[in-house]
């Protein structure tokens, strides 16, 4: 409580204690390492002491954030602030700061749009769903995310752009192909299909549910391939097996497989190809296996979960290998589907009446496509392409023609902020109701305004702040911003997008397969997802009493009870060491090298992701540590003090390293351990503000003796994700307000939103 009225009445006499008392502190704490004779450290602050803070704010905000995580001066020096002076000196020069007139900072005039928003962009534009994985390539992430993309548009991305638009709008239109076409779905290979698969029913186990849309109705043909060995043998087939199939949960087809005998597995699966009559639009196909009932004997002599690897746990069933569907013959027509539902708002009654008609349907698509009003001279250079469709195929195919061109549009494919004409280069402005209603859907759906939103902004009244608010509020509540923020926010904040490339060593880890890897990301995603939905602390994130488990995790976790592959929220007792984030399967893969844990990768983790202090990079001529001269018997934290014995590596890992070994007691693939190379686990840990403790729990209590540290980093993280650029030191004054108005509120989830939506940097701008 002293510690509080100090900082609040330090806050409040912030210009004069910025010179009457922090000097004197930074010249007792800080000047000795941070002078002009220290130039290696590239920070002389004696040199800035006599001028006013706020010429040199990112140098201060830099010592604002090391003061306020306790990381300067260096826990190694005797000397060091009480708490009653760090809460001064970070109050004073945070309102010094605080004060300085507000600089929103720059975002770029053109940002295209990534995958997930364009995939999104066209299911609320069009009601279309498609993989825009398939369509175009990999984004490329900067500062943490992949939605930082500039105005650059190479051909060769351009002529993916042109090949999805054409294939997107044949998809809505339901447009008639000349021959039928095909898609592949294929299985991973180091999926065990040993039970049920979700969306499947009960009694079934292994297969896919696919997702598939036909273009019109009519008849599809399916073929299934079975998993081969590198004998090219059927894997599993030791007798007879029901092949299920399934359209939209309903069973149509049962077809058996047996094994070959003398005539090879050539023609096991060669009569898996059939037709099925479907209606167009989007359809769930289910390819599955009757459930073995003697497969319960089969777990009891071999224990492993996993089941796909014939060098150590051959399957014990035919499992999946793909799918080709190819379609439609004997095509019937577009039938009536939600896409031509939306596109198709009027019909022309004669030929006459096509054109006018044509507009019609083109204006209010434009609008939501190009996130603002549209005139009539817009509609008019689409026109043409319908014209050309309309020759060759009638109608539908001018509009499909149309369409494909508004994908391909620069007002689609690209967020435009224009400043006003008579803004001069610097200057600050804020930004326009179309422009915020586009910042707002990006952020929190990843996708296109809706009406309302869309509708407010037209008519100017978004930016009015109790508007904006509840406008952030309502789309908060709506599902697409559950799942944006945690498939694409969360999903690259905590790293589990890493979790696809990382596959530990089978010698040393034979129980993991992708059901594994896909659970503990599950896991993970379902706690953010619970914050988000039930507007909890979002310090719950770090330290929580139950978490979500299916059975293939729990069982990885050692906790009894729970079966089947539906996740469900479990209380924990304390014995399970499970909880929050840090004890994650999914951090601590994530953070962790194929065949060993990674210390020094999980404390940069903590230091990056939770407490926003990332490290220095190495120096270029620092070695990396050679396994090679290391044995592999001893435990890592002796691995690693060959290493640390170099006084390059050792200033850096005594930094980074403590929060790592804090989490020692999780393996590779986050399992709990006591004993590590035959010797007990050394989990003796620490954070760079000089605590020291042992174990996860430590941690945690570490981190969240100073919840606003991590507060500030989820800030940073949702303010650089919202924005689509890197976070400036200009920002820290809006950060800051965040935070505080978060913290009011207990952390709140919503807080962070609302406060964000509605700071400077959110609705202004600085021209370029």
């Excluded at 590198?230 to 309903?250: I, K, T």
């Excluded at 129980?511 to 503990?520: A, E, I, V």
């Excluded at 939905?533 to 069982?555: C, G, M, P």
């Excluded at 939770?610 to 001269?629: F, M, N, R, Y």
Aim: hydrophobic share 40%; aromatic share 6%; glycine share 6%.
């Amino acid at each position: 409580m002293k510690i509080l009225v100090l900082f609040t009445i330090a806050l409040l006499a912030a210009p004069a204690l910025a010179q009457d008392a922090v000097r004197p502190l930074v010249e007792q704490h800080c000047v000795e390492c941070h002078d002009a004779d220290s130039a290696k450290r590239k920070l002389n602050l004696d040199s800035l002491l006599g001028d006013d803070v706020t010429k040199h704010p990112a140098v201060w905000e830099k010592v604002v954030r090391r003061m306020a995580t306790r990381q300067m001066p260096p826990a190694s020096r005797k000397e060091r602030p009480t708490e009653a002076e760090y809460a001064t000196i970070v109050a004073a020069l945070a309102g010094k700061l605080d004060a300085a007139p507000p600089k929103p900072g720059r975002t770029e005039t053109l940002r295209r749009l990534n995958r997930a928003e364009y995939q999104n962009a066209l299911r609320d534009l069009l009601a279309v769903e498609v993989d825009a994985a398939a369509l175009l390539p990999p984004d490329e992430a900067s500062h943490g995310f992949d939605n930082m993309s500039t105005g650059t548009l190479p051909p060769t991305l351009l002529d993916r752009y042109i090949t999805a638009a054409q294939r997107v709008s044949r998809l809505a239109v339901g447009a008639a192909q000349r021959v039928p076409g095909g898609e592949t779905f294929r299985v991973r290979p180091d999926i065990t299909q040993q039970e049920r698969v979700a969306g499947l029913p009960f009694g079934t186990r292994g297969g896919a549910a696919i997702p598939f849309t036909a273009p019109q109705d009519g008849e599809y043909e399916l073929q299934v391939r079975l998993t081969r060995d590198r004998n090219d043998e059927v894997e599993g087939l030791h007798g007879p097996h029901d092949v299920l199939v399934l359209l939209d949960r309903a069973q149509v087809k049962t077809l058996t497989v047996r094994p070959p005998g003398k005539k090879g597995h050539d023609e096991v699966d060669a009569h898996l190809k059939f037709r099925l009559p479907m209606k167009a639009g989007r359809r769930e196909l289910g390819v599955t296996f009757l459930q073995d009932s003697a497969s319960l004997l089969e777990h009891e002599r071999q224990p492993y979960e996993s089941r796909f690897n014939f060098h150590r746990h051959p399957r014990s069933a035919p499992a999946l290998y793909q799918v080709t569907i190819t379609g439609p013959f004997d095509a019937k027509g577009p039938g009536e589907t939600p896409s031509r539902a939306r596109i198709f708002t009027a019909q022309p009654k004669s030929a006459d009446d096509a054109l006018s008609c044509a507009k019609k349907i083109l204006a209010p698509l434009l609008r939501r496509a190009w996130r603002r009003p549209v005139t009539d001279d817009d509609v008019a250079r689409f026109v043409p392409f319908f014209e050309e469709g309309k020759k060759d195929g009638g109608f539908d195919a001018g509009i499909e023609s149309a369409l494909s061109a508004v994908l391909v549009s620069r007002e689609f494919l690209f967020r435009v902020e224009t400043p006003p004409a008579a803004a001069k280069p610097g200057a600050v402005y804020r930004v326009s109701d179309l422009a915020l209603a586009s910042r707002l859907s990006f952020f929190l759906w990843s996708s296109i305004p809706d009406d309302e939103l869309l509708l407010l902004a037209e008519r100017g009244e978004l930016s009015q702040p109790a508007v904006l608010t509840a406008q952030a509020r309502r789309m908060l509540a709506d599902p697409r911003a559950r799942h944006s923020l945690v498939a694409n926010f969360a999903g690259q904040w905590l790293h589990l997008r890493n979790l696809d490339g990382i596959t530990p060593d089978g010698r040393l880890f034979p129980d993991f397969d992708d059901n594994l890897r896909q659970s503990m990301r599950r896991e993970t995603e379902l706690l953010f997802d619970e914050i988000l939905s039930d507007d909890r602390s979002v310090l719950a994130l770090l330290k929580s009493d139950h978490t979500f488990l299916n059975e293939r995790l729990a069982k990885h976790y050692g906790i009894p009870g729970i079966y089947g592959e539906r996740f469900r929220r479990v209380a924990l007792a304390p014995e399970t060491q499970r909880g929050g984030l840090l004890r994650h399967a999914s951090v601590l893969m994530a953070t962790s090298y194929a065949t060993r844990t990674a210390p020094t990768i999980r404390g940069k983790w903590i230091l990056e992701n939770i407490l926003g202090t990332p490290p220095s990079p190495p120096a270029p001529d620092v070695p990396s540590l050679d396994e090679s001269v290391v044995s592999e018997k001893l435990p890592v934290r002796q691995r690693l003090a060959a290493h640390r014995d170099k006084a390059a590596c050792a200033s850096c890992h005594d930094f980074i390293d403590p929060p790592g070994f804090a989490l020692e007691h999780f393996d590779a693939v986050g399992r709990w351990r006591t004993m590590e190379s035959g010797l007990p686990v050394d989990a003796a840990g620490g954070l760079p503000d000089g605590t020291r403790f042992t174990g996860t729990e430590g941690l945690e209590n570490g981190l969240l003796a100073r919840p606003e540290n991590f507060a500030t980093t989820l800030a940073e993280k949702l303010l650089a994700y919202a924005l689509g650029r890197a976070i400036e030191p200009h920002d820290a004054p809006a950060i800051r307000q965040i935070v505080r108005r978060a913290q009011a509120q207990d952390f709140r989830f919503s807080e962070f939103v609302t406060a964000l939506v509605t700071s400077v940097p959110f609705t202004m701008r600085q021209n370029l």
